[in-house]
Structures are given as C-alpha cells and as structure tokens.
C-alpha cells in the first residue's frame, strides 16, 4: 500500500468537498483569498466561480489580475439621470450589463479590486457591484477579502490574459427592498429605532470640502466613515466584526435598529450596507441608492442640509 498516495487522494477528496460546500452556501459574505485561490483552482472548470474584476482602471486589469476574471468596471453600472451624475442605470440596461458579464444564478461570484490604501478606495467598487447584484437576486456572491493586494501579497499567481464569460441568467426574482428612496429617508429619519448613517469622510459630513454643489449632510445623520471598519495596512480587507462591536455600539449602531446607509454616490454607502449586512449580521439595513448628489439637487435644491458635526461614537 502507497501510504503517500493514499494520503495525496484524500487530501483532494477534502479539498473538492470543501469547495463544493463552500459553493452551495448561497449568501453574500467574505472569502479569504487562499479560499478563493482555491475555489479559482477547482479541479472541476463547471464548478469553478464567476470572478468579477470591478476596478474603474482598465488598464490596472491589462497589467495583472486574477485568473478567470472577468472585467466589469463598476461605473458602467451608473450614468447622469435628469441632470444628476452618477445614478444607477435603468433596470433594463442593468440586467444586459450582468448577463454580458456572465452573472448567473446558479454560480459563485467572486468579487475583488485593489483600494490596498488610502485615499485609494476601490474597495468601493466591489461592494458597490455586489449591492447591484444583491438587488438583481443573485444569492451566491463573496468579496475577496484582501483584495488584488492580498493575492499579490500570499504569492498567488495573477494574469494578463483576458476572460470572457459566457452569457449569464439571472434569478427571477430581484431583491428590491435593500434600496432606499429619498422619500424613505425623509420618512425614516428621527423616529425612535431608526439610523441614518453617513459613510463619508467627516470633512464631507462636516461640509469642509470643495466637492458637493451643497455642503454637509442630511439632518439627523450620524457621521461613520466606512474606512473605520478596515485593516489600516489593506483597506481593501475587512476587520472581524468582534473588533468594531464595540466602536459601533457607541455609535448607536446596533442590530435592532433599521439602518439607512449613504454617502455622496452611493459607493462608500454601499461598503457600510455590506459590512452591516452581511459581517455584522444586522436584520434591517437599506442603502439610500440616490445618495448625497441626488439630495442635494432635488426639489429646486430646496431639501434641508446640515453641516459641522463629530463622528459618531467618538468622544
């Protein structure tokens, strides 16, 4: 008997089980990249995941990224609506967008950028198109934790050749109540229960900056920068949920309060919808999709804004 063998069939047995299990969780969560390398690597090709790429530079995906990743760049999602920049895309052009990239109901979608530093924050874009793929329906998506950085940085191999998936198909039922309207947040803001969270810098919440066409926030906003709830040397890379519990808590961010997230476009929103959602585990969170560029021009620019301010949670 070849103990060796032996010992190397068992070990893929374990492996291919372990991918396989890991695939038939359907939920949106974190993936580390060794998983992910692996799950790259599945020794069966059907079985292997859709990787999506989100980064705004093409040409950081002509100059390396993941096998099998397909370039989805996440600002073809958005496009001016009535004057406001940067609004998602109309149900229909966005449903082509992901069946062209190959999204489909019946796989694994593995998600990533860079963003490794700040003021880098492509981090945004992957959990900008994982709320678009959430709200189309899709269950089985994972954001590589670490992103390109940590692949780079654990010695896994990346390419420049480019990958074209297969048209995909996508669930039929959508999931449209992660999304918050205007009128829901003017709703929902001070009532007993209810938070209204502001994913920007402070200097933006405060209405220190040389951005927004109006300066400050939405009244009755707390200010929590989404950069508080990632590794300081990979921003890109998300800290356990034990280690913000507590900065949360004193936020008054907590899990039996309904939570809206925004910020000026909606991607900085989107990460802090991701990590209460689906890290913390929070029951009843939104993202007010619209976000501070459409507020701010509404209704003849009439909407009330606030400035100054302390983030939250912090004496």
Same mark, same amino acid.
């Given at each position: ?11 893929v047995?374990?492996?291919?089980? %372990? ?11 974190? +993936? *580390? +990249? ?5 799950? +790259? ?6 079985? =292997?995941? #859709?990787?999506?790429?989100?980064r ?6 002509? =100059?390396?990224? #993941? &096998? ?16 406001? &920049? ?9 449903? /082509? ?10 796989? !694994? ?7 490794? /530093?700040?003021?880098n ?6 959990? !900008? ?7 189309f ?26 990958? %074209? @998936?297969p ?8 999931q449209?109540g992660? /999304?918050? *309207?205007?009128?829901d ?6 009532? &007993?229960? @209810?938070?209204? #969270?502001?994913?920007r ?13 109006? $300066? ?8 929590f920068?989404w950069?508080?709830?990632?590794? $300081? ?12 519990k507590?900065a949360?808590?004193?936020?008054? #961010?907590?899990?039996d ?12 929103? *989107? ?7 689906? +890290? ?9 999709? %619209? ?25």
């Open positions: 008997m070849n103990l060796s063998s032996n010992y190397d069939r068992l070990l047995s374990a492996l291919t089980l %372990g991918l396989a299990l890991m695939a038939a969780q359907a939920d949106v969560a974190l +993936v *580390s +990249v060794s998983d992910a390398q692996s799950l +790259v690597n599945h020794p069966d090709a059907s079985k =292997r995941p #859709i990787v999506l790429d989100t705004g530079g093409y040409k950081d995906y002509f =100059r390396a990224h #993941i &096998p099998t990743a397909h370039h989805l760049e996440f600002d073809t999602l958005r496009g001016t609506d009535q004057a406001v &920049p940067v609004q998602y895309l109309p149900d229909d052009l966005t449903r /082509a967008l992901l069946v062209r990239a190959g999204v489909d109901k019946d796989r !694994m979608h593995l998600v990533y950028a860079t963003g490794d /530093a700040l003021p924050d492509e981090v945004l874009s992957s959990s !900008m198109v994982v709320y678009v793929l959430e709200k329906g899709v269950e089985n998506i994972r954001i590589v934790d670490g992103g390109l950085a940590e692949w780079k940085k654990k010695g896994f191999a990346t390419t420049q050749d480019y990958f %074209g @998936n048209k995909g198909r996508l669930p039929s039922k959508r449209p992660v /999304a918050a *309207s205007v009128n947040v003017q709703k929902h803001v001070g009532k &007993p229960g @209810n938070v209204l #969270i502001d994913a810098p402070l200097n933006e919440f405060r209405g220190e900056d040389d951005v927004w066409l109006r $300066k400050g926030h939405i009244p009755g906003a707390i200010s920068h950069a508080r709830l990632m590794e $300081k040397d990979n921003t890109h890379k998300f800290k356990p949920f034990n280690q913000t507590a949360l808590e004193a936020a008054g #961010i907590t899990p309060k309904d939570i809206i997230c925004y910020c000026g476009t909606s991607r900085e929103g *989107s990460l802090l919808f991701f990590y209460l959602k689906h +890290v913390a585990g929070f029951p009843k969170v939104r993202l007010y999709e %619209g976000a501070w560029k459409e507020y701010v021009w509404l209704h003849g620019k009439s909407l009330p804004a606030e400035t100054g301010g302390q983030p939250a949670g912090i004496p």
